[in-house]
């Protein structure tokens, strides 16, 4: 069993669609590293499975269990974001 499932998840803003279909399974111990231009839905992803955005569509299966409609406390989820560097020019 997948430890996080995602399955046909969607998200638009703004009528633009930023996930279209988006299906993965991520195994428990497995290590994964999700690499994309500015702007094509990776941080939307890893907030939609952390419960701080809601998809269009989908779901989203941790250790099998949907947690569409769990709070983000409830998912026992974390996110550390990567502190960005200004280089003085």
Do not use: H, N, Y
């Given at each position: 069993m997948a430890a996080v499932?995602?399955?046909g998840?969607?998200?638009?803003?703004?009528?633009?669609?930023v996930l279209e279909g988006v299906s993965l399974d991520v195994d428990d111990g497995e290590f994964l590293t999700l690499v994309g231009?500015?702007?094509?839905?990776?941080?939307?992803?890893?907030?939609?499975?952390?419960?701080?955005?809601?998809?269009?569509?989908?779901?989203?299966?941790?250790?099998?269990?949907?947690v569409d409609s769990l709070p983000p406390k409830a998912r026992d989820?974390?996110?550390?974001?990567?502190?960005?560097r200004s280089t003085p020019t």
């Open positions: 499932e995602i399955a998840l969607a998200k638009s803003f703004a009528g633009t669609a231009p500015s702007g094509c839905g990776k941080s939307t992803l890893l907030r939609i499975i952390a419960g701080l955005d809601v998809q269009d569509s989908g779901e989203v299966r941790i250790a099998g269990r949907c989820v974390a996110m550390v974001f990567r502190a960005t």
